[in-house]
T-cell receptor, first 114, second 110 residues
Framework: KAGVTQTPRYLIKTRGQQVTLSCSPI?????VSWYQQTPGQGLQFLFE???????NKGNFPGRFSGRQFSNSRSEMNVSTLELGDSALYLC?????????????FGPGTRLLVL | LAKTTQPISMDSYEGQEVNITCSHN???????ITWYQQFPSQGPRFIIQ???TKVTNEVASLFIPADRKSSTLSLPRVSLSDTAVYYC???????????FGKGTRLHILP
């Protein structure tokens, strides 16, 4: 069974631009969660989507948004990029709700904002 | 949401058994305890999950005392490739956010 895939793997943007990241979960998984990882803050939860609905959200500004499609694929969008948005963005999928079961993580998208 | 506390870092030697303890004093009745391993520039990888007593798989063992206020991940006979960050996570699917915390940076020495 194919694992979680994320595209693109690397991305360079400039301040003020917007970016869309994509995540394809493991087949049959209904939950997709997004995380931001930086050296200073560690692994921080952004949001979780389950059956196309945002189930919960971490403490991030409204510039960070996401959605999930009927095939469970998910996208994350960051608008008006800031230098501090440079990070590794990880997507994880799980069969059921993320914090009750096993999450399978993708390789991540490394975003650099200049 | 049960908050977890882990040591920031640990060192050990190849061939030793390593035990990493996670405190979760406010764990709820329905919470499960899950451990993940993360190598640099990779996403975390599931290691083991348990609810009570002891769970063992081909990679590790998880010990959970009766009060469930802590859990210990045990890695038998570690090797250099076990150098990674280990995260403890508790939840039951009803929490409003997921908190991984800072994790424990394990460094295995030759």
């Amino acid at each position: 069974k194919a694992g979680v895939t994320q595209t693109p793997r690397y991305l360079i943007k400039t301040r003020g631009q917007q970016v869309t990241l994509s995540c394809s979960p493991i087949s049959g998984h209904r939950s997709v969660s997004w995380y931001q990882q930086t050296p200073g803050q560690g692994l921080q939860f952004l949001f979780e989507y389950f059956s196309e609905t945002q189930r919960n959200k971490g403490n991030f500004p409204g510039r960070f948004s996401g959605r999930q499609f009927s095939n469970s694929r998910s996208e994350m969008n960051v608008s008006t990029l800031e230098l501090g948005d440079s990070a590794l963005y990880l997507c994880a999928s799980s069969l059921g709700l993320a914090d009750a079961g096993t999450q399978y993580f993708g390789p991540g998208t490394r975003l650099l904002v200049l | 949401l049960a908050k977890t506390t882990q040591p920031i870092s640990m060192d050990s030697y190849e061939g030793q058994e390593v035990n990493i303890t996670c405190s979760h004093n406010n764990i709820a009745t329905n919470d499960y305890i899950t451990w993940y391993q993360q190598f640099p520039s990779q996403g975390p990888r599931f290691i083991i999950q348990g609810y009570k007593t002891k769970v063992t798989n081909e990679v590790a063992s998880l010990f959970i005392p009766a009060d469930r206020k802590s859990s210990t991940l045990s890695l038998p006979r570690v090797s250099l490739s076990d150098t990674a960050v280990y995260y403890c996570l508790v939840g039951d699917g009803r929490d409003d956010k997921i908190i991984f915390g800072k994790g424990t940076r394990l460094h295995i020495l030759p």
